[in-house]
């Protein structure tokens, strides 16, 4: 398993719509390895593909709820095909957008459909912080990031704290 390096808004690539995988094989049961490494290493619970710059619909997660035992799940070509009417807010964080949370409201229940690591057909009901999680990976599937559900005014501060973040990292690193 290998630790990839996870890309930082701005970036055009998170804006990619990602693409089915059309085979489940050994490379991309690597591919969901080295995903669930590098979220475990970015003290996240939940990495889509193209967050390593992966333009695949591959997503894993571990809420790490139960003792923090790892628990991980693999979501291959997800597809959600019923969202709950009721909506709760959750205040947001993504590992391409770092030390920035807002509030955001999603559909407080999701039913997803994807392939599970070995290939097999599945649906999943999702509540609470799980369907937060699926739907906020789902979206970075499609290119959307968390942010885009802000006001502009809210966005336009979070990505101005962003560039300044990145020109402090430049700053460092020489
Ligand atoms: O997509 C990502 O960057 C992973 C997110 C997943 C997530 C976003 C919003 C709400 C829940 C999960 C990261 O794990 S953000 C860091 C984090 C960690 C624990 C709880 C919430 C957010
Ligand atoms: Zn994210």
């Known amino acids: 398993m290998a630790v990839k390096k996870i890309l930082i808004e701005p970036n055009k690539i998170l804006r990619q719509v990602s693409q089915?995988?059309?085979?489940?094989?050994?490379?991309?049961?690597?591919?969901?390895?080295?995903?669930?490494?590098?979220?475990?290493?970015?003290?996240?619970?939940?990495?889509?593909?193209?967050?390593?710059?992966?333009?695949?619909?591959l997503i894993v997660i571990d809420l790490l709820t139960k003792e923090k035992k790892k628990d991980p799940m693999y979501f291959i070509n997800p597809k959600i095909i019923k969202q709950?009417?009721?909506?709760?807010?959750?205040?947001?964080?993504?590992?391409?957008?770092?030390?920035?949370?807002?509030?955001?409201?999603?559909?407080?229940?999701?039913?997803?459909?994807?392939?599970?690591?070995?290939?097999?057909?599945?649906?999943l009901k999702a509540?609470?912080?799980?369907?937060?999680?699926?739907?906020?990976?789902?979206?970075?599937?499609?290119?959307?990031?968390?942010?885009?559900?802000?006001s502009k005014l809210k966005r336009d501060i979070i990505l101005k704290k962003l560039s300044k973040q990145k020109i402090e990292q430049k700053r460092l690193v020489i």
């Open 20 to 57: 089915p995988v059309n085979e489940v094989n050994k490379e991309i049961q690597k591919l969901l390895d080295d995903m669930l490494e590098t979220m475990y290493s970015a003290n996240g619970i939940g990495l889509a593909a193209i967050q390593i710059g992966i333009p695949k619909n």
């Open 84 to 123: 709950s009417e009721k909506l709760s807010k959750y205040e947001e964080g993504c590992l391409s957008i770092p030390n920035l949370f807002a509030e955001v409201k999603r559909p407080s229940e999701c039913e997803v459909q994807y392939l599970d690591y070995r290939g097999e057909k599945k649906i």
């Open 127 to 150: 509540a609470g912080l799980l369907a937060t999680c699926i739907q906020h990976e789902i979206d970075h599937l499609n290119g959307i990031l968390f942010i885009d559900y802000l």
